[in-house]
């Protein structure tokens, strides 16, 4: 367990946040259980004698203790399985009840008589939270590409994206772009293994390659959520599993050249039936001009890979954060979203529901939203939330602009 400066909690520091009876004990059951990215503390509680298909699920908050967490808010989850469990109580199921009589203990008590939620019941994963941000003076766009096929040889698959930018590179100054790449893997749950190789062509030509049988080998265990490779390197800057996706992330600002781009993946079979179809491809990129300039944008690039499926039960992180906005009279506001399903979200912005416009693929999507007047409302803070609206849905990305108007 980490405290909020990082450091490994001692078990006597344990015992200090979560004072016990002398019959009762604390035992650390694994390591950190602090979200990679969000930063939200998850502390999971199980009485150290209950079964391992025991104890239900209970979200809820406190605060907290002895300056521990300085500023967050703790959510309480029993179960046996997930990351960063601390069990209290003794082996006798009597000597613990009269242990947990005060305080903590108390609500930790009250939680084991509700029923059992099976740590099966959801797919964990990551919220997007803001990777890129930042001004332009020229602007920013989003394109998307579905590239899923209906068959499937297993032993390879191939794919095109073509993208035509909004402007030639050679007359602006690129200041970021992402391209983002997803691939099948076949399975929720089975470790299947694949290759991916991803060019870039500009101009019908001058190829630069982004990943060369790059192994898709990660482990996805749903009930500790999202796996990382964390080896690679660029122009890769994240690549992540979650259920059967892979999603591939690079830096590709220094690569386009030609208002023309044309991105080929391929894909291979090493185990297994990995599927190695390409559900998508993304570009997301932003501009300066060094004249004509219109006026700022404000730009927030969100990214993760967090699913919503009917097996969510009560999970309540569907939402990703767009902070430090002004606050301009008048404004043009865009908003895309980004996501794996064979069907579009249900959102809402700042608590108010929002329908953008879909361009729907086989498995994958693009949203898009713009306005010039309240509501929706633009805070100092801006929160959208995302849901399902069929059985399996999945957020990548998220990417919000504001520009002041006169």
């Given at each position: ?317 569907n939402k990703t954060w767009f902070n430090g906005t002004t606050d301009p009279e008048a ?76």
């Amino acid at each position: 367990m980490l405290d909020s400066q990082g450091r490994l909690l001692r078990r006597d520091r344990l015992r200090s946040l979560f004072p016990a009876q002398p019959a009762a004990h604390i035992s650390l059951r694994s390591g950190c259980a602090r979200s990679r990215r969000s930063g939200v503390w998850d502390l999971f509680y199980r009485h150290a004698g209950a079964p391992a298909s025991g104890p239900s699920q209970l979200t809820g908050a406190f605060p907290e203790r002895d300056g521990a967490f300085p500023g967050r808010v703790f959510r309480e989850t029993l179960s046996p399985h997930r990351v960063g469990e601390i069990a209290f109580g003794p082996q006798s199921m009597k000597t613990t009840r009269q242990c947990m009589l005060t305080g903590m203990l108390v609500l930790i008590a009250a939680c084991m008589l509700t029923a059992p939620v099976s740590a099966d019941d959801a797919y964990l994963g990551t919220p997007p939270v803001t990777e890129l941000k930042g001004v332009v003076n020229g602007g920013v766009d989003v394109l998307f590409s579905d590239t899923w096929k209906a068959t499937n040889p297993i032993d390879a698959d191939d794919a095109w994206a073509n993208f035509t930018l909004e402007v030639n590179p050679a007359n602006v100054n690129m200041q970021f772009a992402h391209l983002y790449v997803v691939v099948y893997s076949g399975n929720m749950t089975a470790n299947y293994e694949g290759t991916e190789t991803v060019e870039m062509y500009r101009n019908g030509g001058n190829a630069v390659t982004l990943a060369d049988a790059q192994p898709l080998d990660l482990d996805y265990d749903p009930e500790t959520g999202t796996a990382y490779n964390t080896t690679v390197s660029a122009p890769f800057t994240d690549l992540s599993r979650v259920t059967s996706d892979y999603v591939s992330v690079f830096d590709v600002k220094n690569y386009l050249t030609s208002q023309d781009i044309d991105v080929y993946v391929q894909t291979t079979n090493e185990t297994g039936r990995f599927d190695g179809r390409i559900k998508e491809v993304k570009l997301v990129y932003g501009w300066n001009v060094t004249s004509g300039s219109s006026g700022d944008t404000q730009y927030w690039v969100n990214e993760g890979h967090d699913p919503m499926t009917k097996y969510i039960g009560t999970y309540t992180d569907n939402k990703t954060w767009f902070n430090g906005t002004t606050d301009p009279e008048a404004f043009t506001a865009e908003l895309w979203v980004d996501y794996l399903a064979s069907a579009s979200g249900t959102y809402t912005w700042n608590d108010d529901a929002i329908t953008p416009t879909a361009t729907q693929g086989t498995y994958a999507g693009l949203e898009y939203l713009t306005w010039t007047a309240e509501p929706p409302y633009v805070q100092q803070d801006n929160v959208l939330t995302y849901d399902r609206s069929g059985s399996w849905y999945k957020i990548i990305t998220a990417v919000f602009t504001l520009k002041e108007t006169t």
